[in-house]
């Protein structure tokens, strides 16, 4: 069983940054990595993924150029730095871990409680 725990949440305003971190007790090493952002009433997005085969990113195109997703294994870590953040970013944002990458939540191993952010001045 992998816990995860998403951190770095919070307010900020409108083109501020924040970093989100995803920690698990027990090794990340081979899992795919997702993360998901969920608006209220609405089903969660996937807009960002790790392989755990080969280590490529990807990034949904409403993120792509602001936000960076990167993994240190010795922490068992996963981080998601977000710039330039836009009032529409503000979400629970959770991460998930998994064999592979996928856009759908139900395909995934495991998923935190995930961290509110907002975005918003």
């Known amino acids: 069983q992998v816990q995860l725990v998403e951190s770095g949440g919070g307010l900020v305003q409108p083109g501020g940054s924040l970093r989100l971190s995803c920690t698990s007790e027990?090794?990340?090493?081979?899992?795919?990595i997702g993360w998901f952002r969920q608006f209220p009433g609405k089903e969660p997005e996937g807009f960002s993924c790790?392989?755990?085969?080969?280590?490529?990113?990807l990034y949904a195109d409403s993120v792509k150029g602001r936000f960076t997703l990167s993994r240190d294994d010795a922490k068992n870590t996963v981080y998601l730095q977000m710039t330039n953040l836009k009032s529409e970013d503000t979400a629970v944002y959770y991460c998930?871990?998994?064999?592979?990458?996928?856009?759908?939540?139900?395909?995934?191993?495991?998923r935190g409680q995930g961290t509110q952010v907002t975005v918003s001045s």
């Open positions: 998930t871990a998994g064999a592979k990458c996928s856009p759908r939540p139900n395909e995934w191993h495991y």
């Open positions: 027990k090794s990340l090493n081979y899992y795919s």
């Open positions: 790790v392989d755990g085969r080969d280590g490529s990113l």
